[in-house]
């Protein structure tokens, strides 16, 4: 019986070291954590420092960081070019009246219903319109390229 009784008091003795060593890992992971939160908050309250001063002092920077604000203003340059070049790029698919998107395909605006100027083509130009389904016909055209009609 005393065996029996050495062994559960040893069972009894590694259970609780196990607990104890997980309590250790479980604290040691909360603790962790916390430190990621507050480096976290530490690195986000750095960026709202760093625009804070870069906004007092762009326009008169300090010796000191002179460089970066000049970095700072270039990219934010560079930004602008490339939103007018997205702009211009998109430009061609709005009405030039009021802006909505529109399609190569539309007469009319759907937004404010301007006749909306058809794309030159440099190669062949559009003259005449089908008398059968209303496509524009290209020059010299003996069959409509939209329904087959003949020309007349």
């Known amino acids: 019986m005393a065996f029996y009784n050495n062994l559960k008091g040893m069972i009894v003795q590694k259970n609780q070291s196990a607990a104890n060593k997980v309590k250790d890992i479980s604290e040691t992971v909360r603790l962790n954590t916390e430190i990621s939160d507050l480096e976290e908050q530490i690195t986000e309250l750095y960026e709202k420092i760093g625009y804070e001063v870069y906004s007092a002092y762009k326009e008169e920077p300090l010796p000191e960081i002179e460089g970066l604000i000049k970095e700072v203003?270039?990219?934010?340059?560079?930004?602008?070019?490339?939103?007018?070049?997205?702009?211009?790029i998109q430009a061609h698919d709005l009405c030039p009246n009021c802006g909505r998107k529109i399609t190569s395909e539309m007469v009319f605006c759907s937004g404010c219903?301007?006749?909306?100027?058809?794309?030159?083509?440099?190669?062949?130009?559009?003259?005449?319109?089908?008398?059968?389904?209303?496509?524009?016909l290209l020059e010299d055209a003996s069959f409509c390229t939209a329904c087959g009609a003949k020309i007349e």
């Open 73 to 88: 203003t270039a990219m934010h340059n560079k930004i602008e070019e490339i939103n007018e070049q997205i702009l211009a």
């Open 113 to 136: 219903g301007i006749k909306l100027e058809e794309p030159s083509n440099d190669d062949t130009e559009k003259v005449a319109f089908c008398s059968k389904c209303g496509e524009p």
